[in-house]
């Protein structure tokens, strides 16, 4: 099966911008890998922020939005928040098969 | 509001089988496709099997004849049946629909021991 691959971890200042991408061993990532985010804290469920590349959920935050870029899938933080603090996993689709990546812990600091 | 609900988890000898079960409301399950995921212990989150919205049915490598998954429309609810249980499936399962329809629920948890 594919690998996915996300960067372990990232910080950011209060207030600024980060970009979190999510590459595949199989090449380029396209529309075709339905690219997911999704987000958990410790101790709880986890919960999706973005699907299909750059569709929101009701509940996702404005700053939060996702791309493709540099032919991997990115999810952008644009002003963060203290309570952005989380691991992020992104989820690809291989023709139905699907896996995630290995997650990267963002710092807000 | 789109919701999911999962249940049967419990603690199992290594061989045994449960089957989980995955309560929607706010959505139904049976033209929507449909996953569980699983995490271990301390460990990042596993895909496990998908149902498509036109019943196609996909699982990871390690639980490929082992688990199966399915639906019954007339409850709204979606199954993993998991037969000759390890100790590596130990984890919280979780289970979601997919594009507008995927929220999560608390997770069921599963031991093998």
């Known amino acids: 099966q594919a690998v996915v691959t996300q960067e372990p971890s990232l910080t950011v200042s209060p207030g600024g911008t980060v970009t979190l991408t999510c590459g595949s061993s199989?090449?380029?990532?396209?529309?075709?890998?339905?690219p997911y985010w999704l987000w958990q804290k410790p101790g709880q469920a986890p919960r999706t922020l973005i699907f299909d590349v750059s569709y929101k959920h009701s509940w996702t935050p404005a700053r939060f939005s996702g791309s493709l870029l540099g032919g991997q899938a990115a999810l952008t933080l644009s002003g963060a928040q203290p309570e952005d603090e989380a691991e992020y996993f992104c989820?690809?689709?291989?023709?139905?098969?699907?896996?995630f990546g290995g997650g990267t812990k963002l710092t807000v600091l | 509001e789109v919701q999911v609900l999962e249940s049967g988890g419990g603690l199992v000898q290594p061989g045994g089988s449960l089957r989980l079960s995955c309560v929607a409301s706010?959505?139904?399950?049976?033209?929507?496709?449909m996953s569980w995921v699983r995490q271990a212990p301390g460990r990042g989150l596993e895909w496990v099997s998908d149902i498509t919205y036109n019943d196609y049915k996909y699982y990871t490598d390690s639980v490929r004849g082992r688990f199966t998954i399915s639906r019954d429309n007339s409850k709204n609810t979606l199954y993993l049946q998991m037969d000759n249980l390890r100790v590596e499936d130990t984890a919280m399962y979780y289970c979601?629909?997919?594009?507008?329809?995927?929220?999560w629920g608390q997770g069921t948890l599963v031991t093998v021991s």
């Open positions: 979601g629909g997919h594009g507008g329809n995927s929220a």
């Open positions: 199989t090449g380029t990532v396209t529309s075709g890998h339905y």
């Open positions: 989820l690809l689709s291989f023709d139905g098969v699907r896996a």
């Open positions: 706010g959505f139904t399950v049976h033209n929507n496709g």
